[in-house]
């Protein structure tokens, strides 16, 4: 799942994690509200939970901090097993920081997303999962 309102980086990202072959589907939100929305919604709707969620900082309505407060409150089953991954276009120590302390965030990367991040991610939580079997 990608919750950036850049519609440019959105469509940049999809198209690195397409190229990459590292999703069966890439679930885009333009906010973090319509993310939680899908969220909530995805079970009765048959859409499946993100595996990975690559969350914009600063978006406008409500932040990537404010999604995560909103997103940590949904019942684990709407969570689905989501990793985390902040993205900024401004690399800051305190968000960096903050991020850190974050119970439901891996990763803080400043944009764009790369094949390098993306390769990084998927090795570290997908590829060993899959070889446990």
């Not at 890439?26 to 973090?32: A, L, R």
């Amino acid at each position: 799942m990608l919750i950036d309102d850049n519609e440019s980086d959105n469509y940049y990202h999809e198209f690195v994690i397409k190229k990459n072959d590292c999703a069966d589907q890439v679930i885009v939100c333009e906010s973090g509200e319509k993310a939680l929305e899908y969220l909530q919604n995805a079970a009765q709707k048959g859409n499946p939970n993100p595996d990975i969620i690559f969350l914009d900082i600063n978006m406008p309505g409500m932040s990537g901090w404010q999604f995560l407060t909103e997103y940590n409150k949904l019942d684990k089953e709407m969570q689905g097993k989501v990793i985390v991954v902040m993205l900024t276009a401004f690399e800051r120590a305190d968000d960096k920081q903050k991020a850190t302390e974050s119970g439901s965030l891996i990763k803080y990367k400043t944009k764009p997303l790369t094949v390098e991040m993306l390769n990084e991610v998927y090795d570290k939580y997908f590829v060993a999962t899959d070889t446990q079997g």
